[in-house]
């Protein structure tokens, strides 16, 4: 099958980016640690002030709805679509899956690309933004490096070329200009769940508990759960495809990442829209463009050509 054409020079460990200066820096690294660190902090301090009452089903059905919204923007729209172009989506479509993941607070659209497309490039090799065999074997290393690949390198300094590894958004003015308006998707990704809990619930506490489950645990679960596949997926699960890299297939990631931990056949055939290589392999972000393509809003749909004789050895 035909991999995914990423529009990059030949691989080379080198990153051209300049450094950003020391300010940026600090402020990047700042804002990364409100995103890590505060929902965690927020959910410990609001539990017990609202021990007996601190969910409610309105929560509960907000929480969830949000939860898929951004991490099927995520993984159909950032993924799927921008990194590696296994359809083509209309233009209100690639609109709403650009606006969908940005909202999951994971980044700009072409930051966040271009990361990916590097961790492509380099999977487990020198280059690599986040891969978890960077510090060697041994098991202190391999803890070291699992602990890095799941929130460690979000603090590194990011050098990644958006001009070398993502041109084609930088060219692209609907995903330049939903880039640029990410910090108002991360008013909205937290603001919306608060408003709705005030309009729904009727009240200040009905809003806030909306904020707490439906926005800042909502957003500090679908992070872990995207931070699982670069790590997790590229140390425990099965690797039933050839690759020159270390990822994996973790079953029971699957539901939660809407099929995004069948990793191991996505490094093996990253322009597939489908992750799950078999029918039963559940991957509910290939049912969506399923729906899209189906609805003519999605088009040149790259579909496994054919599906392995027999089916991989799943955990």
């Known amino acids: 099958m035909a991999q995914a054409s990423l529009a990059v020079p030949t691989p080379s460990p080198v990153i051209d980016d300049e450094p950003p200066s020391s300010?940026?820096?600090?402020?990047?690294?700042?804002v990364t640690?409100?995103?890590?660190?505060?929902?965690?902090?927020?959910?410990?301090?609001?539990?017990?002030l609202l021990w007996g009452h601190a969910i409610?089903?309105?929560?509960?059905?907000?929480?969830?709805a949000f939860f898929a919204i951004t991490g099927h923007g995520v993984s159909i729209g950032f993924?799927?679509?921008f990194s590696h172009s296994s359809f083509k989506a209309n233009r209100p479509l690639k609109i709403i899956l650009a606006a969908a993941g940005s909202l999951a607070l994971e980044g700009s659209i072409i930051g966040w690309v271009a990361n990916h497309r590097r961790h492509h490039m380099f999977s487990d090799r020198p280059g690599d933004p986040h891969s978890p065999h960077r510090f060697g074997p041994g098991v202190v290393a391999q803890v070291r490096g699992f602990g890095y690949a799941h929130v460690g390198w979000l603090f590194a300094a990011d050098n990644t070329s958006a001009e070398r590894f993502a041109p084609d958004l930088l060219s692209d003015p609907d995903l330049v200009m939903v880039s640029r308006l990410f910090p108002v998707f991360a008013i909205i990704s937290l603001g919306?769940?608060?408003?709705?809990?005030?309009?729904?619930?009727?009240?200040?506490?009905?809003?806030?508990?909306?904020l707490l489950w439906a926005g800042l645990v909502r957003m500090m679960v679908l992070h872990h759960v995207t931070w699982s596949v670069n790590s997790v997926c590229h140390v425990f699960g099965r690797r039933p495809n050839q690759t020159t890299d270390q990822s994996t297939n973790f079953a029971p990631l699957a539901i939660l990442s809407f099929g995004e931990a069948w990793h191991n056949f996505h490094h093996a055939h990253p322009g597939s829209a489908r992750h799950g290589a078999f029918p039963h392999q559940i991957d509910s972000s290939a049912e969506i463009i399923r729906l899209f393509e189906r609805a003519g809003w999605a088009t040149k749909v790259r579909w496994p050509a054919s599906f392995p004789r027999s089916a991989p050895t799943l955990v």
């Open 23 to 30: 300010v940026g820096r600090i402020a990047t690294r700042g």
């Open 33 to 48: 640690a409100l995103l890590v660190v505060g929902p965690v902090v927020a959910l410990a301090v609001a539990l017990p």
């Open 56 to 64: 409610t089903w309105l929560d509960v059905v907000l929480g969830v």
């Open 79 to 81: 993924h799927r679509l």
């Open 192 to 210: 919306a769940p608060f408003a709705l809990g005030w309009v729904l619930g009727g009240t200040l506490a009905a809003a806030v508990t909306a």
